[in-house]
C-alpha cells in the first residue's frame, strides 16, 4: 500500500503563484512516476504534469507549460508543483497520483496511476 498526502493548497490571486507538495509513505520503492492532476466543479479530472521518478523526465499539459514546473525530491519520497501565473480557472482540487507499474506509458491518463492523493484546494481570485 502507499499512501500520499498532497498540501500548500489554497486562495490566491490571479497572477500569483502556489507551491503543490504530495508526500508519498508506504511501499515507495516501487514509485515509478508521479502526476498531478486537478478537477473543477463540474469537469473531469485532467492531466497536469508528471515525471518519471528516474531519470525525472517530465510532461506537461498544453494548459499550464511554461507556468508550472513539476519536481520531485527522490531522498523525501515528495513531489512538488511550482504554479506561477496563476489563473481563475486553475481554481480545481489538485491530486497527485503514483503510478506502481512499468513501462511507463501513457502518463496523461488518469488509469495509469494506482494510487491518488485525497486532493488539495487551489482558489485563483481575479
Known amino acids: 500500500q502507499m499512501q500520499l498526502v498532497e498540501s500548500g493548497g489554497g486562495l490566491v490571486q490571479a497572477g500569483g503563484s502556489l507551491r503543490l507538495s504530495c508526500a508519498a509513505s508506504g511501499r515507495t520503492f516501487s514509485i515509478y512516476a508521479m502526476g498531478w492532476f486537478r478537477q473543477a466543479p463540474g469537469k473531469e479530472r485532467e492531466f497536469i504534469a508528471a515525471i518519471s521518478w528516474s531519470p525525472g523526465s517530465t510532461y506537461y499539459a498544453d494548459s499550464v507549460k511554461g507556468r508550472c514546473t513539476i519536481s520531485r525530491d527522490i531522498a523525501k519520497n515528495t513531489l512538488y508543483l511550482q504554479m506561477n501565473s496563476l489563473k481563475p480557472e486553475d481554481t480545481a482540487v489538485y491530486f497527485c497520483?503514483?503510478?506502481?507499474?512499468?513501462?511507463?506509458?501513457?502518463?496523461?491518463?488518469?488509469?495509469?496511476?494506482?494510487?491518488w492523493g485525497q486532493g488539495t484546494q487551489v482558489t485563483v481570485s481575479s
Open positions: 497520483a503514483v503510478r506502481t507499474l512499468l513501462p511507463l506509458r501513457n502518463l496523461k491518463s488518469i488509469d495509469s496511476y494506482q494510487y
